[in-house]
């Protein structure tokens, strides 16, 4: 069996979702499982909703609701046409989702009551857009004669209970996995569920993060030993930089599990950063598509990839970036510190991307988010602290940094003038990272893609 999980903008609409089900139809001999993200940009508005609500504005959560109602409705509509079968087929689906919507809109009369929108609502309220696209593709799927079965991954996917950003439960989500979609495919039946959601093991609903869908399919795919996971997107692939940056990036062909991994964690939007790992267990090679070109062969992400003659592979940026700088005028470093240090982003469950340290200082940067005060303040009670938002990691890699000598200064010597924060080069020895300010983004990333990337090994990249 396979994996094939299709993106916000390969399901944004009738046509999209009509393109998708010939895509489907055309890897049947393979026993897909499909997994669908929510319409594009759904998730945005229900998350504006949620907060809207937990703010006390019923109105504009009401109005945003109903928007994406009538969108619900429209796209089903259109996908089932007009015909007799086409409007039982309909009449079937406004049932559900009249239902859902329903729930939808109680819900955030809830929060606006209580006054307070809690993480385990927001959850409840983000999921909904795959817990209903996910209805509308299996309807399309059925009318377009192909013989779907709509799965509630809330009753398949398992994780703990930290919503926002839940930590699957492998064992029960393989064991689960094996016993309601399994027999599915056993029966022929293509198997379309929603990426992103999941819930306790108690049956709370969470998400598995922003972005998430493309975890959701490595999930499935390494629970049910699949043969491939395709994940469907609005690029040809994997690019030596985000096509939106530069709009002369170039198609990856091949890259080793090792490299994407590294671009995705610092930035590259393509893939969510947890995809691979469970694809790596297993050694299930993950392929980016374009759902709008499906005839383009996309990339190819396996364990290793073919040599090539660039000196890397891709470039990403990650931004939203704080830097946190902590001196320790009096205690020189003393040993120890640095393990105090580390225990207050621990404590407040704060991921550390990059490190650097001198004789009496630390720098290291986080995900800007809203405990970084809090944070800074546990820290002033070791310490003093400074820390400033608006940065950017870039980052460059390829495997290739392994073995040749002279890289930093091939890579500072394209932009000697860039402000430069941090420097990070040798902790996975595939990646070169460094900070800059979140503006000089832009002109950074093309600058080093001229640079690196104007001409490109053709074994390699398209
Ligand atoms: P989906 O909704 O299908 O999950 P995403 O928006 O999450 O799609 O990811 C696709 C987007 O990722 C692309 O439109 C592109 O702008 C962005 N992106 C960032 N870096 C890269 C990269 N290196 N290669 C391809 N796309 C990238
Ligand atoms: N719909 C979710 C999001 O926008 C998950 C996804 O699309 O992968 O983050
Ligand atoms: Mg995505």
Redesign the pocket.
């Known amino acids: 069996m396979i994996v094939m999980k299709f ?2 903008t390969s399901v944004q609409d009738a046509q999209a979702i009509d393109r998708v089900a010939a895509i489907v139809r055309e890897r049947l001999h393979e026993q897909p499982v499909v997994v669908v ?2 319409l594009a940009k ?3 508005q229900l998350l504006a909703m949620a907060a809207a609500a937990g703010a006390g504005d019923r109105k504009k959560a009401l109005e945003l609701s109903q928007a994406a109602r009538e969108r619900h409705y429209s796209c089903a509509t259109d996908l089932l046409g007009n015909d007799l079968l086409g409007k039982q087929a309909f009449a079937q689906i406004a049932a559900e989702l009249e239902a859902d919507f329903n729930g939808l809109d109680e819900l955030l009369r809830g929060v606006v009551a209580v006054g307070e929108l809690t993480a385990r609502t927001t959850d409840t309220i ?1 999921g909904f ?2 817990k209903v696209s996910s209805k509308i593709a299996a309807a399309a799927f059925c009318q377009r004669n192909i013989e779907a079965a709509h799965v509630d991954s809330r009753k398949c996917i398992v994780t703990d209970s930290n919503f926002g950003k839940a930590v699957p439960q492998f064992e029960e989500t393989d064991a689960r996995l094996k016993e309601t979609v399994k027999p599915l495919l056993d029966r022929k039946r293509v198997p379309v569920m929603g ?2 959601i999941a819930s306790t093991p108690q049956g709370i609903p969470t ?10 399919a490595a999930i499935i795919g390494a629970g049910l030993n699949a043969g491939r996971i395709e994940i469907w997107t609005d690029v040809d692939g994997m690019m030596t930089t985000d096509p939106n940056l530069c709009p002369d990036a170039k198609r990856i062909k091949n890259i080793s599990f090792e490299e994407a991994a590294e671009l995705a964690y610092f930035g590259a939007k393509v893939l ?1 950063p947890a995809t691979l790992l469970p694809a790596i267990q297993k050694n299930i090679p993950v392929l980016i598509l374009n759902s709008r070109n499906p005839k383009n062969e996309g990339t190819r992400i396996t364990a290793t990839a073919p040599k090539s003659k660039n000196i890397f592979k891709a470039i990403a940026a990650k931004k939203r970036i704080t830097v946190v700088d902590v001196v320790a005028t009096r205690m020189l470093m003393a040993h120890g510190f640095l393990k105090s240090i580390f225990e207050v982003f621990a404590n407040h469950r704060c991921p550390v991307d990059m490190v650097s340290t001198s004789e009496v200082s630390v720098s290291v940067t986080v995900d800007s988010n809203e405990s970084i005060a809090a944070i800074a303040a546990d820290l002033a009670k070791l310490a003093d602290v400074k820390y400033e938002g608006r940065k950017a990691i870039v980052c460059l890699v390829g495997e290739n940094i392994k073995t040749m000598p002279g890289i930093a200064a091939k890579v500072f010597s394209a932009i000697p003038d860039a402000n430069i924060h941090m420097i990070s080069q040798g902790a996975s020895e595939i990646n070169i990272s460094f900070v800059i300010d979140e503006d000089a983004v832009p002109d950074v990333v093309s600058r080093l893609h001229r640079t690196f990337f104007s001409q490109v090994d053709p074994e390699v990249f398209a």
């Open positions: 993106g916000g993200s929510a759904i998730t945005d983000s857009g795959e990426g992103f998400t598995l993060g922003r972005g998430g869908s493309d975890f959701s969510h």
